[in-house]
């Protein structure tokens, strides 16, 4: 990892249509004509990414002699429809300097590395970041894009430009059409031009499919893990490993000036224990931030509750509140049932609205 950013080697493949079918006939993917029919918009991005210009050395962020560069891609649609899976099937195909990250992983080394400028005495500091990337890498992949903070609403527009001026080429995957991004938000007038950029240097591609991959890897799995056992951590390992195969890395999120560490997160999926999200001094905003990159959460070891750990019930009431209001999938091993985890204490009367929505939670249409 390069400053929050995944940098993948290269190799050699064939086309994307070629690598589809080698996976379909291997038996690791099912057909599924909606992701077919995005292929060809993917097949054209990597063509396309063959001849590209090399990174301008110097000046190049200089309006009068932009790089013009291909359109990337924009693909969204519904939660587990394959959207990262196919950007990442191009990502493996591209042959040229490429990077691939979660948005949200993106926007904090864009934080850390525009705060750093700023100790230099730069005063135009998205500049040197964007000609920074733009010298390194000539393609760059984005997992769910979603702006809802308005710190990075007023970052993306002037630091995108420049990419593309500079002729990198971008693809990434939302749940929203670039219309919705930043919706409602604060001075969302000022965030018009990027949507307009987007739609300008990105084909908008909607992956309709009415399969959530997703659910079918969890469906007929358990949702709720009882007690905390090697038959819980067994079960839970083994949808972690249907979900992301494997393949995580600790995701960091910005909240109010604070680092919120999720332990592993791949794809849509974070896994972390009662104790990285309860134990610690977290709070509503927090839990949103989390609700807003993850659309599954397992959730290990959680304890009994009461007067012994009475903050940390608190937080736990707060963060499946959340998860709930956000309809994100849940997946938890706890010490006992939902009615059965907060029996003595302060709070044991409110804690019932809480074990009544752990049940909900555990719903097979759950999140759907």
């Not at 896994?271 to 990285?276: E, G, L, P, S, T």
Request: hydrophobic share 45%.
């Amino acid at each position: 990892m390069r400053g929050g950013i995944g940098l993948l080697k290269q190799g050699s493949m064939g086309t994307v249509q070629e690598e589809y079918q080698a996976r379909v006939d291997a038996g690791t993917l099912h057909e599924d004509p909606v992701q077919r029919a995005a292929l060809a918009s993917l097949e054209r991005v990597r063509a396309a990414v063959l001849n590209l210009p090399d990174a301008p050395k110097n000046g190049w962020f200089r309006k009068a002699s932009p790089v013009v560069g291909p359109k990337g891609l924009y693909m969204w649609g519904g939660v587990g429809r394959g959207k990262s899976m196919l950007m990442d099937l191009l990502y493996e195909t591209v042959e040229v300097p490429k990077q691939r990250s979660h948005f949200h992983a993106f926007m904090q080394w864009v934080h850390g590395a525009i705060a750093d400028a700023r100790k230099d005495g730069v005063e135009d500091a998205i500049a040197p970041v964007a000609a920074d990337l733009a010298g390194r890498v000539r393609f760059l992949a984005f997992d769910e894009m979603q702006i809802s903070d308005i710190t990075d609403a007023m970052i993306v527009g002037r630091l995108f430009e420049a990419l593309f001026a500079a002729g990198v080429v971008v693809v990434t995957t939302s749940n929203r059409v670039p219309d919705d991004l930043y919706k409602d938000g604060l001075n969302r007038q000022l965030f018009l031009p990027f949507i307009r950029l987007l739609k300008d240097r990105m084909d908008v591609h909607e992956l309709a499919s009415e399969v959530d991959y997703r659910q079918s890897v969890l469906a007929g799995s358990p949702s709720y893990f009882t007690p905390n056992d090697v038959d819980a951590r067994t079960g839970i390992e083994a949808v972690w490993q249907g979900l992301t195969k494997g393949e995580a890395a600790p995701l960091t999120l910005r909240v109010n000036g604070r680092d919120v560490v999720i332990p592993a997160f791949a794809n849509g999926v974070a896994r972390a224990k009662f104790r990285d999200l309860c134990g610690v001094f977290l709070g509503a905003a927090d839990y949103l931030a989390l609700a807003e990159v993850a659309r599954v959460l397992l959730l290990e070891d959680i304890p009994r509750l009461g007067r012994s750990n009475f903050n940390e019930a608190k937080r736990f009431v707060i963060l499946i509140d959340t998860l709930y209001e956000a309809r994100v999938q849940l997946i938890a091993s706890a010490a006992a049932a939902p009615e059965m985890l907060y029996m003595e204490g302060e709070g044991v009367f409110e804690f019932e609205r809480t074990a009544s929505r752990l049940r909900e939670m555990q719903g097979a249409d759950w999140a759907k």
